[in-house]
C-alpha cells in the first residue's frame, strides 16, 4: 500500500536574503517543523520584494504542492507587499479584516494607538482567516492553502506553533544517522548497493571536514521504521565488513 | 544614463537543507560574493536530489539570468546527480573531463588511489571548463552561464575565490545603514517619504527583537554613491525632525 505523501513549498520574501546581508533562518525552521507534521518541503524559492516575482513564485508553488508557506514582508513598511501579491496570485482584493484591526487596535493602545501604517498589518487577501501571533500583535494570515508568515523567525516560530497539529499531513519520514571518519568517496560503493536493496529508504551522504579530517554523515530515511532499522543495520553490517569504523547516531 | 544590470541565480541542491537537518550557509555566501563582483543575487532555489526537479530549476534561472550557480551534489555517492541533471538540462552529453580525472589522481596518489567512485567527480558536461579547488581534490565546473560548485561551504568559498574577477559584472550595489530602536510602523511614512524622492535607491526595512526590545534597521541602497549618501541624510533628517534617535551605521 503506497502511502499519500504530503508535501510544501516554502517562498521566502526579502531583499535582505539576496543580498547577504541576512542569513536566513526561516527554510531550515519551517523544514524541521514540516518534518514533524509528516509534511515534506519539496522545494524553497527566495525572491526579492517585487510583486510580479512574488507572484510568480507563489502561483507555482501552491499548484504543485499540498501547502504553501510564505515568509517575509507582511509588516507595516512600504517594503512589506506580500498580502498584495498572494492577492494577485489568487485574483481577490485586499480588505482590512476585522479581527485582524481590533487585534493591532488592542495591541497599540498602550503604545500610541493605531495608524494608517500599523493599520496595514490588518490587509489580508479577501477570505482569508488569521494565524495567531502571540510575540507581537500582526497576525499570520492563511487563505486556501497559503500560508502567510513572518520573516521575523521568532514571530514565524510563534506562528508555526499555532499552526500545529492543524494541517492534515501523512506518515512522518524518520531518519537515522551514521557516521564515519572516512573519505565518502572510499564507501560510495556500499552506499549505492545498501540503498538499491532497500526500495523504500533513502541514502544521503553528507561530507565534512572537521578537526583536521574529513568524514561523513549517511543519513537514512523511510517513513517505515522496520524499512528504517533493517537499512541501517544493513549499511552498518556493509561498513563493518569493509573494515570502516563508523559510530551510529553520526559524528 | 541607465545601468546594465547583471543578474545570477542560485540553485541549492540537497535533500538535507529540506529536511531541516542541515542550516545552508550557501545562499549568504554565494550571496555577498556576487555583490562585491556587482552582480545581484535575484533568486534561489532549494530542490531535493531530484534530477527533473534541478532540471527544472537550472532551466528557469540559467535562462532568466545572467549566470546561475549550483550549490551541492557534485560529490562521489550515489545521491550526487548535478552533473546528470546538468548535462540534461543543457542537451549535452557527461564525458570525463581528461584534466579532472589527472587534477583527482593525483590528488588521491597517495590516498589509495583512484576508484570508480572517485572518477565519479571528473565527469562534466560535455564541454565544460573547470573551477579550481585548492581544498579538496574535485574541481568546480563551468559550461556556458552555469556554474557548479561543492555542497560543503569552504569548498564553496574557495571555489567562489578562484572565479574571483572572472565574471563581469556592473556597478556593485552599496548599501548604508541606520539603526533604530523603535517600532519600524512608527517610521514607516518617513520611509516611505525619502524612498519616493530618491528613485535610484531603495530602502529596506528590517525589524528585530533584542534584548527585550523592538528596533529596526534601515538600509539604504543604490549604485551611486552620491544619490546613496543624499537618500540616507534625507532619512536622518526625517527621523531626527519626528524626533527618533537613530544610530547611523545601524543596531
New interface residues.
Partial sequence: MSERIYTAGLV?I????????????N?????????VQGI??????????VIE?IVE?VNALREANDYLFTTGGI??????ITVDAVAEALGVDVIVHPTAREILENY?AD??GI????L??ARVPKGAELIANR??GAPGIKIGNVHLMAG?P??TAGMLDALTGTLQGGKP?I?ETVGCWT???????I??QV?QTHASC????????REGR?GANF?V?STDRGELKSCVDSLCDGLASAGFDFTPGGI
Same sequence: chains 1, 2.
Avoid: C, N
Avoid at 115 to 118: E, P
Avoid at 183 to 189: G, K, L, R, W
Avoid at 202 to 209: D, M, N, R
Fill in positions: 521566502v526579502g531583499d535582505e536574503i539576496l543580498s547577504g546581508r541576512t542569513h536566513d533562518k527554510i531550515a525552521q519551517v523544514a524541521s517543523w514540516l518534518q515534506r518541503l519539496a522545494e524553497v524559492r527566495v525572491v526579492p520584494d516575482r513564485a509588516g507595516p513598511t512600504h517594503d512589506d497599540y503604545k500610541g495608524t494608517d501604517a500599523r496595514r498589518m510575540m507581537s521575523v521568532h514571530i519520514l531518519a573519505p565518502e568517496s572510499e564507501v560510495a560503493d552506499l549505492r540503498e533513502q541514502i544521503g551522504s553528507y561530507p565534512f571536514f574529513v543519513v530515511r
